[in-house]
């Protein structure tokens, strides 16, 4: 269903789009942490498959986020939602 449709319905059609948008994101994390892929909440740590040996750099999170959106058909947007909220998450330990 359309979000337009929600709101035709009285429902809150931005909050349908979070919603379900957050779903998928949490959907495709865990996936990735049931292939062992971590460190996004600890840079310092190692782990086998941390995206580099010192951890989730924001510098290496900008990369993947470009790489996505270089991608012929412009990337997964919820795989760059997914690193936009590593990324956010490293800002606000600062």
Same mark, same amino acid.
């Given at each position: ?6 709101k035709a319905?009285g ?5 349908m789009l979070?919603?379900?948008f957050?779903?998928a994101?949490t ?11 971590q ?12 995206l580099?040996k ?8 900008? !990369?993947?986020?470009? !790489? ?12 760059i939602?997914?690193?936009? !909220? ?9």
């Amino acid at each position: 269903m359309r979000f337009s449709e929600y709101k035709a319905k009285g429902e809150d059609p931005l909050g349908m789009l979070v919603a379900g948008f957050s779903d998928a994101m949490t959907r495709k994390l865990g996936d990735k942490s049931c292939e062992d892929w971590q460190g996004w909440d600890d840079p310092g740590a190692e782990h086998s498959n941390n995206l580099t040996k010192d951890g989730w750099s924001v510098e290496e999170i900008r !990369a993947r986020i470009r !790489a996505q959106l270089d991608k012929p058909d412009g990337g997964d947007p919820v795989d760059i939602a997914n690193y936009c !909220a590593f990324w956010w998450n490293l800002l606000q330990e600062d």
